[in-house]
């Protein structure tokens, strides 16, 4: 019988011990969490402290806001008068570009005065001028 009571009791400081260590876990845990919340509150506090300007500001955007709001209808029976008598008409679809006629050459010769054989020279580019005679 000695030796269940030795093992009740050592059972009993185990289960005590294990106790003691998890509230001295959750203790910190706590602790943590009430800097935090401080910190939190101090914040808050900052951010109220800081809106209390703002608080008259909203008030009178409110009663512009309610003045607007009341003028709207009014408005949108003015528009829908102006726009009765100016529709929109889109203007008919254009027919798409013809082709260039003839063939297209290249003036890049004409322009560095190169004259290849039968192109007729830079010559032909300038009809303004009278042909050299040879």
């Known amino acids: 019988m000695t030796t269940?009571?030795?093992?009740?009791?050592?059972?009993?400081?185990?289960?005590?011990?294990?106790?003691?260590?998890?509230?001295?876990?959750?203790?910190?845990?706590?602790?943590?969490?009430?800097?935090?919340?401080e910190e939190c509150?101090?914040?808050?506090?900052?951010?109220?402290?800081?809106?209390?300007?703002?608080?008259?500001?909203?008030?009178?955007?409110?009663?512009?806001?309610?003045?607007v709001a009341g003028a709207l209808p009014l408005l949108y029976g003015m528009a829908e008068g102006i726009v009765v008598g100016a529709t929109y008409q889109p203007p008919p679809p254009r027919s798409p570009a013809a082709p260039a006629s003839g063939t297209r050459r290249s003036r890049m010769h004409?322009?560095?005065?190169?004259?290849?054989?039968?192109?007729?020279?830079?010559?032909?580019?300038?009809p303004d001028q009278e042909p050299v005679s040879s």
């Open 41 to 67: 509150a101090d914040i808050v506090w900052e951010i109220k402290k800081n809106a209390e300007p703002i608080v008259e500001g909203v008030s009178n955007i409110n009663r512009v806001g309610g003045v």
């Open 110 to 126: 004409d322009m560095v005065g190169y004259a290849p054989e039968g192109s007729g020279g830079s010559q032909a580019a300038q």
């Open 4 to 37: 269940l009571v030795v093992l009740s009791v050592v059972d009993i400081v185990l289960l005590i011990a294990g106790l003691a260590f998890y509230l001295y876990v959750v203790g910190g845990q706590l602790t943590r969490v009430a800097t935090d919340l």
